[in-house]
């Protein structure tokens, strides 16, 4: 199956804190005030009204700032003021071809003149650009693509033209991590704004990203040439985002959840593949959902169709691969589901990133399913067009997705923040993701027994070069009587039935946790045209054995009363029962849990 790619031009990490006082005696305030509203808005969100401050100062900026935290306000409402340090013409270099399609549009609606000048840009067009820009209608805003700045001679001169008038009010570079080439964002026409600094003296540059890696920070700040810049940075936690993984459902389980907890409401399934995605899409429809699948394969006017659609009607469903999102800004996504595993933290954060721009409570929920791992790994080794480097970070990626998958414990928004380098104090997530609002219906046991014993089963199917499947060796273990097991007779060897006592979920987490521990690995061996996954000694097996490592894990109780099995397999040991507490109920609508909280909005 096709595993789809796609330049993650907004993806995010974490901010180093640093703050700015550009507000206090401004001149300006007056006037961006007034402007706020022409743009509908009513009060400034985190940190844009301190950079639109720097900005009519004339100061170099640098704006660090989540997917959805509003970056362009902080270069559209300077574009439209008067009083500011700069005057005339403010110049957005911005990657892609729908975005500036997309914002042009949105600021003409306002009233705003607003230009753009790329590949796209006919003929005819081109001409009435110039004739304003060299008349006296001059845009606010000039859009251009990076490649067409960098090859156009006759976009040169207009620059030119402008700059000599004193008309160039700042140059905006939009998604200026795609300078970095560290990310797999580089843009080699990004390279080339370097140069803007020397060929236009003078005119403030400011730079825009939602990556903030420390490496990528260092090459916008230098590859720019930003002199002192004020720099804004701030918390990539989204507050209104609710964070939870569960365990892969099937279709209907998932229409059925949508249905009751987000009626009519717009929301977007990422699914692996494209045939993942038509078909998923289709089962919806045959429960009454408005979904429609999206992907690489369809052509222009399908993806067109079915986009704005999507964005322009409520209560539609967007089933996509990676490929859909790119630039998408609707407010109003309630919901975000990953119905197959993300490829990495960033695009997990980048795609959950969409949900909620609106600063109202939405969704987030990652289906797992442990049998989903292999396939994608040994798809990430057979692809043979991808470097071993690269097969090396994607499988690194992979597993860090999967330890936020089964890290039921640490708050989930800590888990994701951590990935992107910022602190975050479990205290403040207040229940809004699945481990704290789960905490008390969670039990924490001892499995230590059942890895040694299912370490002893394998090594004995080892010794007698007999090949299992995870599946068949959880069946044995289990004590299934079906008949391939009596057949074989697995039901003789020593660890037969050893966890005959285990309900299914904790079933699942021992064996899990076996592959995670390292002590069994899954190996695929290629048999006939079949890849089989068989189960084998991993290297920490031997250590495990020998030093005994208690293991303890959490999980939660399909029926939360019933904590015998938990207790069961306590023994003497150190595990501690963490479900002392009445199991608290999680709560059912998002709504319950918002109902009194006055942090949601952005301030
Ligand atoms: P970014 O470029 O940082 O991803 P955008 O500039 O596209 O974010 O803004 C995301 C959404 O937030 C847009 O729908 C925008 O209208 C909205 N928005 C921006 N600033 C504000 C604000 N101060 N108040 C309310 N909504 C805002
Ligand atoms: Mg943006
Ligand atoms: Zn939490």
């Not at 009626?263 to 593949?273: F, M």
Request: net charge positive; proline share 5%.
């Amino acid at each position: 199956e096709d595993l789809e790619d796609n330049s993650q031009l907004d993806r995010n990490r974490g901010p180093p804190a640093e703050t700015s006082s550009y507000i206090k005696d401004s001149p300006y305030t007056s006037e961006i005030m007034s402007k706020l509203h022409l743009f509908g808005l009513e009060k400034f969100r985190p940190n844009q009204s301190e950079a639109i401050h720097a900005a009519m100062s004339g100061a170099d900026v640098f704006v660090l700032m989540p997917t959805g935290g509003g970056k362009s306000l902080c270069y559209q409402l300077p574009a439209v003021c008067q009083g500011g340090k700069t005057k005339g013409v403010t110049i957005v270099i911005s990657p892609l071809l729908s975005l500036i399609n997309d914002q042009v549009q949105a600021l003409r609606e306002k009233g705003i003149i607003a230009d753009s000048l790329t590949s796209e840009t006919r003929e005819g067009d081109n001409k009435a650009v110039r004739s304003r820009i060299y008349g006296n209608d001059k845009p606010s805003l000039l859009y251009v693509s990076p490649e067409r700045l960098q090859i156009s001679e006759s976009l040169k001169n207009t620059l030119a033209y402008l700059h000599q008038r004193g008309e160039l009010a700042r140059f905006v570079i939009d998604e200026a991590h795609c300078i970095s080439t560290w990310g797999q964002d580089f843009r080699a026409a990004y390279q080339e704004l370097g140069k803007l600094r020397e060929d236009f003296p003078g005119v403030p540059i400011m730079a825009l990203t939602a990556t903030a890696d420390e490496r990528a920070k260092s090459d916008i700040l230098h590859g720019l040439k930003l002199e002192k810049p004020a720099i804004f940075a701030q918390s990539f936690d989204r507050p209104n985002l609710f964070y939870r993984v569960i365990t892969k459902t099937n279709a209907e389980e998932l229409a059925k959840y949508i249905n009751q907890s987000h009626p009519d409401q717009s929301g977007i399934i990422y699914c692996r593949s494209r045939d993942g995605c038509e078909k998923l899409a289709n089962q919806l429809r045959t429960k009454g959902l408005k979904a429609k699948h999206f992907h690489a394969g369809l052509d222009k006017t399908e993806k067109e169709a079915t986009q704005n659609e999507w964005k322009r009607k409520q209560g539609h469903i967007i089933v996509a691969t990676i490929a859909f999102g790119m630039g998408i800004d609707k407010p109003d996504v309630r919901f975000v589901i990953h119905f197959d595993l993300p490829k990495s933290m960033d695009g997990y954060y980048q795609e959950t990133g969409r949900a909620g721009r609106d600063g109202k409570p939405a969704e987030c929920i990652l289906h797992y399913a442990y049998r989903d791992v292999q396939p994608i790994r040994n798809m990430i080794h057979k692809d043979q067009q991808t470097t071993h480097a690269a097969k090396t970070r994607q499988d690194q990626d992979l597993n860090v997705v999967v330890r936020f998958c089964t890290n039921n414990t640490v708050c989930r928004r800590t888990q994701i923040l951590q990935h992107f380098g910022e602190r975050f104090d479990d205290s403040l997530c207040r229940g809004r993701c699945n481990n704290c609002a789960e905490k008390g219906s969670r039990i924490q046991t001892n499995i230590t027994e059942e890895v040694k014993t299912v370490i002893s089963l394998v090594q004995t199917l080892e010794r007698g070069q007999e090949k299992v499947t995870l599946d068949q060796c959880r069946s044995i273990y289990k004590g299934s009587s079906a008949s391939a097991i009596k057949n074989k007779q697995h039901d003789r060897l020593p660890g037969y039935a050893a966890g005959r006592h285990l309900p299914p979920e904790l079933l699942d987490i021992v064996f899990h946790q076996c592959i995670h521990l390292g002590v069994l690995e899954e190996k695929p061996v290629q048999n006939g045209k079949w890849h089989h996954n068989y189960l084998k000694l991993g290297p920490q097996a031997a250590t495990f054995l020998r030093e005994d490592k208690e293991t303890l894990v959490d999980y939660k109780p399909k029926t939360p009363k019933s904590t015998t099995a938990g207790k069961k397999i306590q023994g003497p040991r150190k595990g501690r029962n963490a479900a002392d507490a009445a199991p608290q109920k999680p709560p059912e609508r998002l709504q319950e849990l918002y109902a009194d909280d006055d942090e949601i909005e952005w301030s």
